[in-house]
């Protein structure tokens, strides 16, 4: 029961190198969530689907992009990392967007951009 | 403007007493509350929740209480263990087609 998955789970990356974290789910969600955890900041939100071939932007969205592959994938793409992203992130799911619904979610991914 | 805010950032708790953690939100749209527990390297779990037309959930040693009039809800461990020693963060929800917004969390230790 794999739930949500998370890919990579570690990575460094060089100031301006591009990126695409991985998240999958099997649980025939229809809405997933990027979260990035930040000491003392708690859980912001990114961007979220709502349901497949929808996207929409969180509270901290600047420089990132994303893509709602298909209702189980939901990648987050930094086109040039900057210190600043330098964060644990978290992809989530959950049957609906709001609602008395709970989200999943995965392991996370540590990214520290030097 | 934080809409959830968890305003203690660190509790310390002796095992066997019980631990209290506060959650006040600003929003009077928020109909549905949770909490959920993360350890160290791992993601945030599910631990329990309330609907805004209760008051008070219970799931063994974990109850939370809301006070909507107050806006405020708290989550209550008895007895703590030193396996609930984590951070514990606040979320909540509002009808319609918006995300789940967290709290900045709490850091709970409990000391054997």
């Known amino acids: 029961n794999a739930g949500v998955t998370q890919t990579p789970k570690f990575q460094v990356l060089k100031t301006g190198q591009s990126m695409t974290l991985q998240c999958a789910q099997d649980?025939?969600?229809?809405?997933m969530y990027w979260y990035r955890q930040d000491p003392g900041m708690g859980l912001r939100l990114i961007y979220y689907?709502?349901?497949?071939?929808?996207?929409d932007k969180g509270e901290v969205p600047n420089g990132y992009n994303v893509s709602r592959l298909n209702k189980r994938e939901f990648s987050l793409r930094l086109e040039s990392a900057a210190p600043s992203q330098t964060s644990v992130y978290f992809c989530?799911?959950?049957?609906?967007?709001?609602?008395?619904?709970?989200?999943?979610f995965g392991q996370g991914t540590r990214l520290t951009v030097v | 403007d934080q809409q959830v805010k968890q305003n203690s950032p660190s509790l310390s708790v002796q095992e066997g007493r019980i631990s209290i953690l506060n959650c006040d939100y600003t929003n009077s749209m928020f109909d549905y509350f949770l909490w959920y527990k993360k350890y160290p390297a791992e993601g945030p779990t599910f631990l329990i929740s309330i609907s805004s037309i209760k008051d008070k959930n219970e799931d063994g040693r974990f109850t939370v209480f809301l006070n909507k009039s107050a806006k405020h809800l708290s989550l209550h461990i008895v007895p703590s263990q030193p396996g609930d020693s984590a951070v514990y963060f606040c979320?909540?929800?509002?009808?319609?087609?918006?995300?789940?917004?967290f709290g900045k969390g709490t850091r709970l230790s409990v000391i054997a």
């Open positions: 649980m025939n969600h229809n809405s």
């Open positions: 989530a799911s959950s049957d609906l967007t709001g609602g008395n619904t709970e989200a999943f």
């Open positions: 979320a909540a929800s509002s009808p319609g087609n918006t995300p789940l917004v």
């Open positions: 689907s709502a349901s497949e071939g929808t996207t």
